[in-house]
């Protein structure tokens, strides 16, 4: 078990919609986890984020990233193509979350390594559980490599 509750959690969360923004931001902050979420409207400013924590070093790189696919710009399957280019980047789990059910979209989402594919339910409640199942797995029960490595 790779128990993380007392520490703080980054995550990178590339969302265009406010709305599902704020219940994010919500949910998480609902956990007994300290979480940190760094919002990305687009796929593109996704990669700039983590591209610039990947070459500075001295910000730390998220433990997680929760995609969404329909994205303006640069939508979250070039996201998770672009990421696999760099290795310190196609280290880090990606959820995707988004409100596609396409078996392509799927399909596709892990072809490209994603890590998990969550459709995004549209009750703040289970939605709110969602994030608690997520929490629970990533951050308590995976064990992960460390970014530093």
């Known amino acids: 078990m790779n128990d993380r509750r007392d520490e703080q959690i980054d995550i990178l969360l590339v969302e265009d919609n406010p709305g599902d923004v704020r219940l994010t931001q919500e949910a998480f902050r609902q956990l007994s986890t300290e979480t940190t979420i760094h919002v990305a409207t687009d796929g593109d400013e996704g990669v700039e ?10 910000a730390p790189l998220p433990d997680l990233v929760l995609l969404d696919l329909n994205l303006p710009r640069m939508g979250g399957l070039e996201f998770l193509e ?8 196609a280290r880090i789990p990606v959820l995707v979350l988004t409100s ?3 078996i392509e979209d799927i399909h596709e989402s892990y072809e490209l390594a994603a890590n998990a594919y969550l459709t995004k339910p549209t ?16 951050f308590q029960r995976a064990a992960l490599p460390p970014m530093s490595a």
């Open 100 to 102: 596609s059910e396409a």
């Open 123 to 138: 009750d703040p409640i289970e939605y709110t559980e969602m994030v608690e199942a997520v929490a629970d797995f990533w």
């Open 49 to 58: 984020f983590l591209t610039e924590r990947c070459d500075d070093g001295s």
């Open 82 to 89: 672009s990421i696999q280019e760099e290795p310190k980047l």
